[in-house]
């Protein structure tokens, strides 16, 4: 199993964030492209804070 904690200096963390996109109107309006174009750029800022996704869903 890999150690997902981050140690520094004198602490140490383990940070977990839940992202979830609503819009204002109960139908879809994210289309496929939209979501994976958000994908790869999550994914493009994750990289750049050494970072990484546990688990996606586009549903």
Known sequence: MKNDFVSKGRSVSDLKVHLV???KYRHKVFTGEMLTRLHVILEELLT???SYALEGSQA
Do not use: F, I, W
Request: net charge neutral; aromatic share 0%.
């Open 48 to 50: 750049q804070v050494a």
């Open 21 to 23: 996109l609503t819009t």
